[in-house]
């Protein structure tokens, strides 16, 4: 990796050559002659591009010689403005031009320190270690404070150590404001590994601090970043990443077409972070079915007079009675208000129960299909090739069958999180729905059995079964064609909210 001169000329190299990878979210699979001439079709096409380190790198280093030659100072200095402003050239720009002292006192870039160059022999003190020192042992930075070198790399070194704020490190003389440049760094720091840690901080400021349409991939151990650009008119923002993590670009979980960031962070929140006796203390404390429809509600005033805000029922918040001018409770009446309130609860944990487990069994699904897949792409291709005497070109059709499953899996999980906070008042929406996703998880079930079970049969089979192998093609390309429909039938209704639901529609 290079670095910077001492005149302030920033380098920011690499060995990886420069690559932009434009990204669809989701394949959508063909027919066969489809697949045979490589046409496969795409879903819309998102406007976001996945950026490499060298990529990022680019774009620093154009940002900084912008700044740099509208306002005429060299690169270090730039970067120290970028980064206090959080590479918003714009910004720069503006405020340097608006009143430049005092941004360059904000800032901490100071009129340089002119310092006589004609006795460089007179031993000057360092204000740290308080030894005497040649002129040439000595380093500064715009201030002229001087310190040794080594009391320079020591201080450097462990602000490096101490995490990003080493990007803004400043003079070591307390009352002073003056900010370290990169030249004083590249100059000062020899051991590589401190050097190649700044230089990562630096990388990923540009992302974390800069603009808001990049953001890092938050799959453990990536280094790529997204850009995202516009979505054409949707609220999708499902992306893949280069290392093949799918997530959601505006709240970095995992990617959870067709139900809204809100809903994964309530349904995570709910059922992932908190531990399910937390959950069910909440729910006996704070929550009540309305007696009426049955709507929860939650307590949060003092009265005990309640009115649901669906039907405009008035009861009694501790015993659920219709409310009246006279109502009282405070008579104990036996055990049929505790046995109620045990009902309710078993109720309501039953309920979230049947969402949660299929919710987890469809990740566990989708994390199995993931596995299968990568053995098919591995093995089974190589052996079905030899054993049917085709290309494994001519197979692309049980990789597509894998990767619609995978999909399949991850819409079909996300559906139970919808049908959990769907009202359970909005009967005609509740059967639609779950008609919908009836249809699809049947039609998704076929096609996991046929490419899970049956190819199966034809990776372990000795005997010449080509005739067979062909009917198996056909069958395995007509479910994947059907169970995609089914699901973008699912995807198109729950983006939409249900909206077109009709009583007629439900079956």
């Known amino acids: ?141 715009s201030c002229g404070h001087p310190f040794c070198k080594n009391c320079w790399t020591s201080y450097i070194t462990e602000k490096i150590n101490n995490g990003p704020g080493c990007l803004m490190i400043k003079c070591p003389e307390p009352s ?20 190649e840690k700044y230089y990562r901080y630096f990388l990923r400021s540009y992302v974390k601090e800069g603009r808001n349409n990049i953001k890092w991939c938050p799959s453990p151990g990536c280094v790529y970043a997204v850009d995202f650009g516009t979505t054409n008119g949707t609220e999708n923002y499902d992306v893949t990443c280069l290392c093949s993590y799918e997530f ?37 404390a704070n929550t009540k079915p309305c007696p009426n429809c049955n709507c929860h509600i939650e307590k949060n005033q003092g009265c005990n007079r309640m009115t649901c805000s669906i039907c405009n029922h008035s009861y009694c918040w501790i015993c659920l009675c219709t409310y009246n001018g006279g109502h009282t409770c405070h008579k104990f009446e036996g055990d049929d208000e505790t046995k109620f309130k045990k009902k309710r609860a078993k109720k309501t944990i039953d309920r979230y129960m049947h969402y949660y487990e299929r919710w987890a069994n469809n ?67 509740k059967q639609f729905f779950e008609y919908l996703q009836g249809e699809a998880e049947v039609g998704l079930e076929r096609l996991h059995h046929c490419a899970e079970e049956e190819l199966q049969h034809f990776v372990d089979e000795t005997d010449d079964l080509s005739t067979d192998f062909d009917d198996f093609r056909k069958k395995l390309i007509g479910l994947t064609k059907v169970t995609k429909t089914y699901f973008e039938n699912l995807v198109k209704a729950l983006e939409n909210d249900l909206a077109d639901v009709a009583v007629d529609d439900c079956k």
């Open 363 to 429: 990740q566990s699904s989708r994390l199995k299909a993931m596995e299968d897949l990568k053995k098919l792409q591995v093995v089974q291709l190589k052996k079905l090739s030899v054993k049917q005497c085709i290309s494994q070109t001519q197979l692309q059709f049980t990789v597509d069958a894998w990767l619609q499953i995978i999909e399949c899996r991850r819409v079909l999980k996300w559906s139970y999180s919808y049908g959990y906070y769907l009202p359970q008042e909005e009967r005609t929406k």
């Open 248 to 284: 959601c670009w505006n709240c970095s979980e995992d990617a959870h077409r067709p139900v809204n960031c809100d809903m994964v962070s309530k349904w995570i929140t709910k059922h992932i972070k908190d531990n399910e006796s937390k959950n069910t203390i909440w729910i006996l």
């Open 1 to 141: 990796m290079d670095y910077s001169d001492d005149d302030g000329t920033l380098y920011t190299g690499s060995g990886e050559e420069n690559l932009y990878s434009d990204h669809t979210a989701e394949s959508d699979y063909g027919t066969e002659e489809d697949m045979h001439n490589n046409s496969t079709s795409k879903r819309a096409q998102l406007s976001y591009v996945v950026l490499k380190e060298e990529d990022i790198r680019e774009h620093q280093k154009a940002g900084v010689e912008q700044v740099s030659m509208v306002l005429s100072i060299n690169q270090v200095e730039a970067i120290i403005l970028l980064l206090h402003y959080q590479w918003s050239s714009s910004k720069v720009e503006d405020e340097w031009f608006t009143d430049e002292d005092r941004v360059r006192k904000t800032v901490g870039i100071l009129k340089e320190h002119v310092v006589d160059l004609n006795n460089q022999e007179v031993n000057i003190e360092c204000e740290i270690c308080f030894e005497s020192y040649l002129y040439k042992e000595i380093a500064t930075v």
């Open 176 to 195: 002073c404001s003056a900010v370290v440049g990169q030249n004083m760094i590249d100059k000062l720091i020899t051991i590589e590994e401190d050097k």
